[in-house]
């Protein structure tokens, strides 16, 4: 349950992988951030998009259970008309791809795991 923007417990029950998350959030048919986020630490790959705010310091602008939060279900803290993606919901609204119906863009482990990676963007 999303309360106050926030989401306390691991989906997972247990702590994410940062080295793992940081492979899904570049993997471009997993997590696919950097096709809207930049962030400092992935300088080195291409094609950087500039869609959504650089994610450099954002463990800093927002607490483990926010983030969390953003991630499962972007609309509930972001606002309904964001472009940043639920990746925790099943209901992703009118431009969900037929291959994501009835199943939601990323599993509760990989998204324990880019939770990881993002808690370390300090
Ligand atoms: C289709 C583009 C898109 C994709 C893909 C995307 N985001 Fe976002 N994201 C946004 C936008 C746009 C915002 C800013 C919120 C707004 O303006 O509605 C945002 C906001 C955020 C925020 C809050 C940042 C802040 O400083 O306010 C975080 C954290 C975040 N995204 C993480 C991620 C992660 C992690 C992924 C990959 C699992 C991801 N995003 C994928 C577009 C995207």
């Given at each position: 349950m999303i309360d106050d923007g926030k989401f306390?417990?691991?989906l997972t029950g247990a702590a994410g992988d940062a080295v793992k998350g940081k492979k899904t959030f570049a993997n471009r048919k997993l997590g696919n951030c950097l096709a809207c986020h930049i962030n400092q630490d992935l300088a080195d790959q291409p094609f950087?998009?500039?869609i959504g705010p650089a994610?450099?310091?954002v463990a800093e602008r927002y607490d483990e259970a926010?983030?969390?939060a953003i991630l499962i279900d972007?609309?509930?803290v972001l606002g309904e008309d964001t472009m940043m993606p639920s990746f925790y919901r099943l209901k992703n609204g009118f431009r969900?791809?037929?291959k994501f119906l009835g199943k939601t863009i990323l599993n509760a482990?990989?998204?324990e795991d880019i939770l990881a990676y993002i808690i370390t963007l300090k």
């Amino acid at each position: 349950m999303i309360d106050d923007g926030k989401f306390s417990k691991s989906l997972t029950g247990a702590a994410g992988d940062a080295v793992k998350g940081k492979k899904t959030f570049a993997n471009r048919k997993l997590g696919n951030c950097l096709a809207c986020h930049i962030n400092q630490d992935l300088a080195d790959q291409p094609f950087h998009g500039e869609i959504g705010p650089a994610l450099d310091g954002v463990a800093e602008r927002y607490d483990e259970a926010t983030l969390r939060a953003i991630l499962i279900d972007s609309k509930k803290v972001l606002g309904e008309d964001t472009m940043m993606p639920s990746f925790y919901r099943l209901k992703n609204g009118f431009r969900t791809q037929k291959k994501f119906l009835g199943k939601t863009i990323l599993n509760a482990e990989q998204v324990e795991d880019i939770l990881a990676y993002i808690i370390t963007l300090k």
